[in-house]
C-alpha cells in the first residue's frame, strides 16, 4: 500500500504544480483523472467520495461560455457555407439499435459505446453521422437529398485530449445523396471543404484525393489476394502517422503479407501529383491490366478537370498513400491537412464515396449512392483556440447592449421599471439582482463583458425624471429624458455601432 | 403459435391502414415497433431480420428537413431571448458518472438510461440540463452565472409519441446562480417565460407559481409526519393530471397518509388567485404557526410585485396544488400551462428555485443558490407542427436563392463555372448534378424548394455570351450579359426581397 500512498502524493503534486502553472485545462483534467483512479484503487472512501463526482466522464468535457462563443461562431460559419449549396439539415437519436451499428466500421467496432440493457431494445451510441444517414435514407425509402448534421458522436477511444482527441466530439457533416453522373458531387464536396477552410481562416492546406477502386487495382497488380484488400488498405491508412517502415511491418508480420508484394505496394503509396499522376499511372502497363483501375484513373481524371472548373485545383493532391480507415467506401476518398504553422494538426476534413451502405439497411438491397464530407470541427477549434489565446483577444460571451445601474440604494423597483421597457422594446439588457448594488461593481462589469452603455440613475435622476446615459469605453455621459429614453438608447447604439444584430 | 401470427396479421393491417390514411408517423411508427416486436417474439428470422433494423429506437425519431426548420426556428426565437437577458451559454457532455445522478430525482431516478460497464467508469445519460449545470457550477468554483443551455437529455419513460412525450427530448433551459436578494432572479424567469411564450404565438396562457416552503408550511399545519412531506409533495404534483379524488387515495392507501390529514390537505390545494390569496392564507391562524408558511407568504407577495411591475401579472396565478415533481426545489416553483384552443397540451414551462443543489456536489457542501425554467419546447413544436399543418403552410427547407439551369444537354461545365462564381460571391444557389437534366425537372425542382431565381444557359445564350435569368414564381425572364451577371442577380434579389439573409 506504501507505494500506491507514494505515487497518490505525486499525482496530487503534479495536479497542484499544472494548476498553479495554468496549465492546457484538458491536461490538467487528464492527470486528475489518473489522481482519482489512483485514490480509487486504494479504496479511501473517506479521502473524497463526494469529490470524485467532481469530474466529467474520462475523455468528455465541459465547453464554458468563451468555448462556446468560438464554438458557434465557428458552427455558423460552416452552416451558412452548407446552406450557401442548398443543404438541408436533418437529426436522428444519439443512439441506436446495437444491430445497425454492426458490420460498419471494421477494426473500430470495438469503440463503439453500448448501452445497458435495461430490459427492451440493445443500443449503442452513434460512432458517426453517415450510418445513421444511410439507416434514415433506407427507413424513409428517400432516393435524393442533400442534407448536412452538426452534432456529437461517441468513440471509446483513447484519449488524447491534449491534441483535442476527444471520447465525445461534434461532427459536421455534408452528404449528397442520389443517383447522378460521375463526379459532379464528389468535386462539389471538394469545393465546400474548400470554401470551410477559406472561410475559417485556418492558413494553407492541401487537400489530397484518391479512389478506392484504384487502391484495389494497385493491390491487384502487385498480388495481394482479394480476401486482404480491406486488411491491407487499413494499414497503408496509418501512413499519415507511421513511417513506411513500420506500415510494410504490419503488413508483412500481422497481416501476413509476401515481403516482396508489400515493397511494390510501397513502391506505389510514395506517389502523388495532379494530371502528371494521371498520364504515369496510364503508362503502367500492369496495372492498366487491371480493369478497376483504368476505370478509376479516368474518374480520378474527371475529378481534376471538375476541381479545375471550380477553381481548386491549386489545393488538391493526387495521393497514391491516402487510404481512409473506414470500410464503406467506394470511390474517391479525400482528406484536407493544414500545412505552414499549423502542420501536425492532421486532418482538418474527410469523406468519400460510399454507394453500398444505405442498400445494407434496404430489405431488397437496393442502394442509394452517396458521397460526403465531414469537417474535423474539434481540431479545428483547437487550432482556432490557440491562436487567439496567442494573440490575447477576449471573446464576448453575451450580446448585451444596456446594463440598467443605479447610483443609491433600493432603486431596484425603478431599475425593474425601465428594464421592462427596454427588454418590450427588443434591446438587449441586464441589471443587477441585488437591491443595493455597488456602482463601481455595477460598471466593472459592464467592462468584464464589453456591455457597451450603461443607464444610470439616482434619486436625483427620478425627481427630474431624466436619466444618465454613459458609454462605457469613453466614459462619456448624457442626461436623457425618460420619456425619450427608448428613442435616443437607439439613436446612441447606432453611433457606436452596436445596434440589434438580428 | 397460432394466435400469435394472427396477431401479427392485424397489426400488420393495422399499420398498412395507418400508412394509406397518412396517420401521424408517430403513431405509425409506435405501430410498427409494436408489429416488429411481435415479429421478434415469432423468432421468424426469414421474415425480416434486415427489416429489424429499420426503425429508431423506442421513444426516439428521426426529424426531417421540415421539421428540422422549424425546430431551428423555434430555437432561434427563444435563444434570441435568452440573449436580451443576458445569457451566456454552456455545454455539457451528453452522460455524466452515475454517481452524479444519483440521488437528484427521487421516484423518477428509475428512468435514468445507463451505459453498458465496458471497463472504466460507470455513466448514465443526463436525465435533465439542471443536475449537470449544478456539478459543472461546483466542479468549477463558479458562484454567479446566467446561462443558458438547449440540448438533449433522456428518459426511459414509458412513451407517449402522439402527445409528443419521447425517450429522446430537447430541453431548453435558462438558470441564475448567485447570492442574490429575494425574487429578482425568480420574477426574471417568469418575465422570459411570458416573453418566449408570447414570441412563439402559442395562444394564451397562464403561469401556475407556488412556493415549496409554503406546501411544507401548509403539510405541517395539516399534521404531516417531516418525513412524509416529499412523497405527499409528490402526489400533490399529479393534480394536474388526476382529479383529487385519485391523489387522496394515492396519499391515504399508498403512502400511509390518515384520511383526515388527506382532508385538509385538499382544502388547501384547491385554492388559487394572487394578492387575495396572500391575504386569505395571512388570515388562516393555524398555518401562520408555521414560521415557513409565514415566510413564504411574504415572498410571494414580494414576487407577485415584482411580476406586477415587471407586467406581467395578468398571465399569472399563485396556485396552491402547482407541486412540481423533483426533489431537489427549495422554494418559488412554476409552470406554465397553455389555455384557450391549445388546453389539455400540459405544461409547456416550468421550474422553480434550488438553493441546495450545487452544495450537494461540493466537499464542503458551499452551495450556490440558483432559480431557472425549462421550456417545454418538445410540445411547443407539436403545438405548432399541427397549427401548420392546419393551415396548409409549407415551410421551406432550404435558403437557395439561384438555381443554375441548362436548357440543353451537357452544358455541365458551363454551369459549374457559373455557380462557381455565384458562391465566389456568396450568393447560396444549386444546380443538377446529372450532365444533362431535363429543363422541366429543373424548373420543376425550384418550385418545390421555393427557389425565388434561375439562371438558364443554352448554347445559343453562350455564343451570345449571355444568360437568361427567370423568376420563378412570375415566369418573368429577361436576358442578362455574362460580364454582369453577378451584379443583375444581387438587384434582381434585392427587388423581389431574397437578398442575402446573414
Known amino acids: 500500500m506504501g507505494s500506491l500512498q507514494e505515487l ?45 463526482f467532481l469530474k466529467t466522464p474520462k475523455g468528455t468535457r465541459d465547453y464554458n461560455p468563451e468555448q462556446m462563443a468560438l464554438r458557434l461562431s465557428v458552427m455558423e460559419k460552416i452552416t451558412s457555407i452548407f ?11 444519439i443512439f441506436e439499435l446495437k444491430e445497425v451499428l454492426t458490420g460498419k466500421y471494421g477494426e473500430d467496432s470495438k469503440l463503439i459505446y453500448d448501452l445497458k440493457d435495461q430490459g427492451g431494445e440493445i443500443l449503442a451510441l452513434r460512432y458517426d453521422l453517415t450510418v445513421p444517414f444511410a439507416r434514415y435514407l433506407a427507413m424513409n425509402k428517400i432516393t435524393n437529398i442533400k442534407r448536412y448534421h452538426i452534432a456529437k458522436v461517441y468513440r471509446r477511444d483513447n484519449p488524447a485530449m491534449t491534441k483535442g482527441r476527444y471520447r465525445e466530439f461534434y461532427q459536421c457533416d455534408f452528404d449528397i445523396a442520389g443517383q447522378y453522373d460521375p463526379m459532379l458531387p464528389d468535386s462539389e464536396c471538394l469545393r465546400i471543404i474548400y470554401e470551410a477552410l477559406k472561410s475559417l481562416e485556418l492558413g494553407p492546406f492541401t487537400i489530397k484525393v484518391n479512389h478506392r477502386c484504384l487502391l484495389d487495382g494497385i493491390f491487384a497488380a502487385c498480388g495481394v489476394p482479394a480476401e486482404k484488400f480491406r ?28 515481403g516482396a508484394i508489400a515493397d511494390k505496394i510501397g513502391s506505389y503509396v510514395s506517389r502523388s501529383g495532379k494530371r502528371d499522376l494521371v498520364d504515369e499511372l496510364r503508362k503502367d502497363t500492369e496495372l492498366m491490366k487491371q480493369p478497376a483501375a483504368v476505370q478509376s484513373v479516368d474518374l480520378m481524371e474527371l475529378l481534376l478537370k471538375y476541381c479545375e472548373i471550380f477553381k481548386i485545383i491549386d489545393n488538391l493532391v493526387f495521393d497514391l498513400s491516402l487510404a481512409r480507415g473506414l470500410d464503406y467506401y467506394t470511390g474517391v476518398i479525400f482528406e484536407a491537412i493544414l500545412i505552414g504553422d ?29 458521397v460526403g464530407m465531414s469537417l474535423g470541427i474539434e481540431r479545428i477549434f483547437s487550432v482556432l483556440e490557440t491562436s487567439i489565446a496567442n494573440k490575447g483577444m477576449k471573446t464576448r460571451t453575451t450580446e448585451v447592449q444596456v446594463f440598467v445601474a443605479a447610483a443609491q440604494k433600493n432603486l431596484h423597483e425603478e431599475r425593474m421599471r425601465i428594464i421592462a421597457e427596454l427588454w418590450e422594446n427588443d434591446i438587449k439588457a441586464e441589471q443587477s439582482y441585488k ?16 456591455i457597451p452603455i450603461a443607464i444610470i440613475i439616482g434619486e436625483g435622476e427620478i425627481k427630474k425624471g431624466e436619466v444618465t446615459l454613459r458609454v462605457v469605453k469613453t466614459r462619456e455621459e448624457a442626461k436623457v429624458a425618460r420619456g425619450n429614453l427608448i428613442e435616443e438608447l437607439k439613436k446612441k447604439l447606432e453611433i457606436i455601432g452596436e445596434s440589434k444584430q438580428h
Not at 231 to 241: E, F, G, P, Q
Not at 350 to 360: E, F, I, T
Not at 435 to 450: F, I, M, T, V
Open 8 to 52: 497518490i502524493k505525486e499525482q496530487g503534486e503534479l495536479v497542484r504544480k499544472l494548476k498553479s502553472a495554468k496549465a492546457d485545462p484538458a491536461q490538467i483534467q487528464e492527470e486528475v483523472s489518473k489522481l482519482l483512479e489512483l485514490k480509487a484503487q486504494l479504496g479511501e472512501e473517506n479521502v473524497g467520495s463526494q469529490k470524485l
Open 83 to 93: 446552406k450557401k449549396h442548398g443543404a438541408e439539415t436533418i437529426d436522428t437519436p
Open 231 to 258: 486488411t491491407i488498405c487499413s494499414a497503408v491508412d496509418k501512413l499519415d502517422k507511421s513511417p513506411w517502415e513500420e506500415v510494410r511491418k504490419e503488413m508483412v508480420e500481422e497481416k501476413g503479407l509476401d
Open 342 to 370: 499549423n502542420i501536425g494538426v492532421g486532418s482538418v476534413a474527410g469523406g468519400g464515396r460510399y454507394d453500398n451502405l444505405v442498400g445494407m439497411f434496404d430489405p431488397k438491397n437496393k442502394t442509394v449512392p452517396c
Open 435 to 450: 437591491k443595493s448594488p455597488k456602482l463601481l461593481a455595477q460598471l466593472q462589469h459592464c467592462e468584464e463583458y464589453g
